[in-house]
């Protein structure tokens, strides 16, 4: 399709200078003929002199109202156009939400010689590169996407695949390579990503909670199912069994209740882990929020939680929510494997580097790092520890305690300690969402301390309240 430039609004039409040259060579005709008309001696000079006047106003006319001269005026329009779209197609380039890269080819084979040409703001975020200029085997390290770009290059042929970006949080893509045109001897192609962690979440997510949710409630089904056979058997008339059973059978339910309601927490947590939150939270008010809500329980377990801060406000960006279950479910694990008489401990602190936050190491005691976030220059983080005075893990336990329905062996949920597994699982993914850190310190006997760390809030005007 050919480019046809609009005329400038301001700019003389080109039809204007063929009008005027046309009248002008008109009106001297008729001058010169009403001459002739009444000097009939100078006539036949004069009509003469007409036909030179004709004959040049026409050619004038031919020149310059033609097609030739019509692409000649547009050719003028042309390169202001082209200039003024310039800096939009880059604006354009620079706003798209998926990271586009122009890429060049270099030599067959040399793979250094893949660099990136331009890369648009979202490329730039993602993969840390300048505008232009850096190597694209430094950027982007994915054996598919690299051979899709060779092809792309040196086979003239398109093609998509799979790219995931490395990182505590997973993210998937779609790439899209395509060969340009290039005005230039080296190659050219165009490399467009996609985000699919949407879908992929999605996709596993369903399938996790098929797969765990026929598994674990497998076993609570198979016990109503038995005692309501009972009761609808040589039971039936037993007022003392009826009552025992029907209690059990409200157990089971209400478990399965739990199970359910943490399997869909996990499920929307894990949804949408790759998205910071936009909140602000004040740690200290949100692990005070729960010392209140958990004090029933507390007192009916004989234990005594007890919360010591810093003072003040110590503000993370996060949502308020997720943060208070976090130290819920820590708080309720503490109570949980607590005996009568004994302490949960809630500790609050601020202002600490990333090698600090999770805590100082104790002697005798086993410590490890169940989630580390990406290390950036100049973040300081607040850290929330739990601590309790229970049983205590073994070592070899540790590195599993966020598995999905990972128990400790000796400690199964049921009877005096009910839960699903998922407590600590639930924790690790809400931590990352908040890109921030979990850490355990425990011992056979010495009880357990879970530290979460999150990154504080740049520091606001006064006027600016937490959640």
Do not use: C
Not at 242 to 247: A, C, N, Q, W
Not at 397 to 412: A, D, I, M, N
Not at 419 to 443: D, E, Q, Y
Request: hydrophobic share 45%; glycine share 8%.
């Amino acid at each position: 399709m050919s480019f046809d430039p609009s005329p400038s609004p301001v700019a003389p039409m080109a039809s204007s200078r063929l009008w005027t040259a046309g009248t002008t060579g008109g009106l001297a005709v008729v001058v010169i003929l009403i001459f002739a008309a009444f000097r009939t001696e100078l006539a036949p000079w004069l009509i003469g002199l007409a036909l030179i006047v004709a004959a040049a106003t026409w050619f004038a006319s031919r020149s310059t109202g033609g097609p030739a001269g019509a692409a000649a005026a547009g050719a003028v329009a042309a390169p202001t156009s082209i200039a003024a779209a310039a800096p939009l197609l880059d604006n354009v380039f620079e706003a798209l939400n998926d990271p586009v890269l122009i890429i060049s080819g270099g030599e067959a084979d040399d793979i250094a010689g893949r660099r990136i040409v331009m890369a648009n703001a979202a490329a730039r975020d993602l993969l840390r590169v300048p505008r232009e200029g850096a190597l694209l085997v430094s950027a982007m390290r994915d054996p598919g996407v690299l051979e899709a770009v060779d092809e792309a290059l040196f086979g003239e042929v398109t093609k998509t695949t799979d790219y995931s970006a490395g990182g505590a949080r997973a993210r998937h893509w779609r790439a899209w390579v395509r060969p340009l045109p290039s005005p230039r001897e080296a190659p050219l192609a165009i490399l467009a990503l996609r985000d699919e962690t949407d879908v992929r979440r999605m996709e596993l997510m369903r399938v996790d909670f098929l797969a765990n949710a026929s598994h674990e409630l497998r076993t609570p089904l198979a016990s109503l199912s038995g005692f309501i056979e009972t009761l609808k058997g040589h039971a039936r008339d037993d007022a003392v069994a009826r009552d025992r059973f029907l209690d059990i059978m409200a157990t089971q339910a209400e478990r399965m209740s739990r199970l359910v309601a943490d399997l869909l927490s996990l499920s929307r947590i894990e949804l949408n882990e790759h998205i910071p939150p936009s909140g602000r939270v004040d740690l200290a008010r949100a692990a005070s929020d729960v010392v209140d809500a958990v004090s029933v329980l507390s007192q009916e377990r004989g234990v005594v939680v007890t919360l010591q801060s810093d003072g003040g406000k110590i503000n993370i960006d996060g949502d308020r929510d997720e943060i208070i279950q976090v130290i819920q479910n820590l708080v309720d694990n503490g109570i949980k494997y607590s005996a009568p008489g004994q302490s949960v401990e809630i500790v609050i602190r601020r202002d600490l580097h990333i090698d600090a936050a999770p805590g100082p190491r104790t002697d005798g005691l086993t410590r490890l790092p169940l989630l580390t976030p990406d290390r950036e220059a100049g973040v300081l983080y607040a850290a929330v520890t739990v601590r309790d005075h229970g049983p205590g893990i073994a070592r070899e336990h540790l590195p599993r305690l966020t598995e999905r329905f990972y128990r400790v062996e000796g400690q199964k949920s049921g009877g005096e300690r009910p839960g699903t597994g998922l407590g600590l699982a639930i924790v690790k993914h809400i931590v990352n969402r908040h890109r921030g850190g979990l850490t355990v310190v425990s011992a056979p006997g010495e009880g357990a301390a879970f530290s979460a760390y999150f990154p504080m809030s740049p520091i606001r005007s006064e006027t600016s309240d937490a959640i």
